[in-house]
């Protein structure tokens, strides 16, 4: 039997819980509010090609876009038409879903503004940067500044005490660890910056912030061959371009699909996106016309090895070490290049202009098979 101070405070006790249960439960989104994120990843050299179909892919994904460029104005008249198409073709009118597209003025060369890109933006979202999309470089891009520092910087500041990222995704180039390989040899070339050393240097810095068990995941894409998309498409009408080619990073043969048809922009941005969820630490070769659809990830873990497990990227250089050994290896591509000219010289003052230069042609292919058969595999 109930005792008569139990019936008379019975109604006071229920009202007191039903207040302390709705307080705690309000309490409860409010914290949720505050301490459960969204996955925002930064992005760089979103403006670019490749750039703009990353981040309209990562925004239907339903990842939030923070736009790291030069110049905030034309990035948001480029991008923020992507956000509104979005919103358009979305049914839910829940603006709550819609994902965040923010926008931060800065250079990848720069230490203090690739710091700055790190902190949180907005006012009305508590939202730390969860995954870094490097896809800045390109075309007239300087590559030490960009694909060298540049990553330096995105590394350092992902790698931090206390960093909420837990992936780095950048867009690197086919045959950066082989300098002497043909299409490091013409690409270092044209440039001053000897780009493939940039290119692995790079690489190097996602790799060592991974050593340091700092960064818990990151795949670096080693792109092979890339196209406009109009290009690929004028080339190769009959080509699929839906599919990829996966290999292990630096296996890629110069005349190989890397080399033609290679890829377009569309395939390597599907490519990056698929990447940003993908556990582990990769360093990949990818490029088009092969066996795997551009939106599975799943053939990471089934067909890939990761880095800590594989050969691939084992001994570790220094910056100098590094554009020693490629600068050494244009150096032995002028003497062989000399020695040919020499000889092409001889061989027309011999047998003339026409049977000459027929037996230079012949000498010249020798001499390129004989340096893919025994030199183009030399490592950094």
């Given at each position: 039997m109930m005792h008569p101070l139990h019936r008379r405070y019975t109604p006071l006790i229920l009202f007191l819980a039903i207040i302390i249960t709705v307080a705690h439960g309000f309490s409860a989104r409010i914290s949720s509010s505050t301490t459960s994120h969204p996955p925002l990843a930064l992005v760089t050299g979103g403006t670019g090609r490749t750039g703009q179909v990353v981040t309209q892919l990562l925004?239907?994904?339903?990842?939030?876009?923070?736009?790291?460029?030069?110049?905030?104005?034309?990035?948001?008249?480029?991008?923020?038409?992507?956000?509104?198409?979005?919103?358009?073709?979305?049914?839910?009118?829940?603006?709550?879903?819609?994902?965040?597209?923010?926008?931060?003025?800065?250079?990848?060369g720069n230490a203090t503004a690739v710091q700055a890109a790190f902190v949180v933006k907005s006012t009305t979202t508590t939202t730390p940067v969860t995954h870094v999309v490097f896809c800045a470089g390109g075309d007239n891009a300087d590559?030490?500044?960009?694909?060298?520092?540049?990553?330096?910087?995105?590394?350092?500041?992902?790698?931090?005490?206390?960093?909420?990222?837990?992936?780095?995704?950048?867009?690197?180039?086919?045959?950066?660890?082989k300098p002497y390989s043909i299409a490091s040899l013409l690409f270092n070339t044209l440039f001053d910056t000897i780009p493939m050393a940039c290119h692995f240097l790079g690489e190097e810095a996602v790799r060592q912030a991974s050593r340091d068990d700092c960064l818990p995941n990151y795949v670096i894409l080693r792109a092979g061959g890339l196209n406009s998309d109009e290009r690929y498409a004028e080339k190769y009408p009959n080509v699929d371009a839906t599919r990829l080619t996966y290999q292990q990073g630096d296996s890629f043969e110069f005349l190989g699909p890397a080399g033609r048809p290679g890829m377009c922009r569309t395939q390597l941005a599907h490519a990056v996106a698929t990447a940003v969820n993908v556990p582990g630490r990769y360093t990949v070769e990818v490029t088009g016309s092969g066996p795997v659809d551009m939106d599975d990830a799943t053939v990471y873990p089934q067909r890939l090895v990761q880095d800590d497990e594989s050969n691939g990227a084992a001994k570790q250089y220094s910056e100098g070490e590094v554009f020693d050994i490629h600068r050494q290896a244009l150096v032995e591509l002028r003497s062989v290049g000399m020695g040919a000219l020499i000889a092409g010289i001889a061989l027309i003052a011999r047998w003339g202009w026409g049977q000459g230069l027929l037996a230079v042609v012949a000498v010249d292919a020798v001499l390129v098979g004989v340096w893919s058969q025994f030199y183009a595999n030399r490592q950094t």
């Open positions: 925004l239907q994904k339903g990842l939030g876009v923070r736009i790291l460029a030069r110049n905030v104005t034309q990035a948001q008249q480029i991008l923020e038409p992507l956000l509104t198409k979005l919103k358009e073709n979305n049914d839910d009118d829940d603006d709550d879903d819609t994902p965040v597209l923010e926008f931060c003025q800065g250079d990848v590559y030490y500044a960009v694909n060298y520092r540049g990553v330096v910087h995105c590394a350092q500041q992902a790698s931090q005490d206390g960093s909420s990222v837990q992936q780095m995704v950048v867009i690197s180039t086919a045959w950066a660890s």
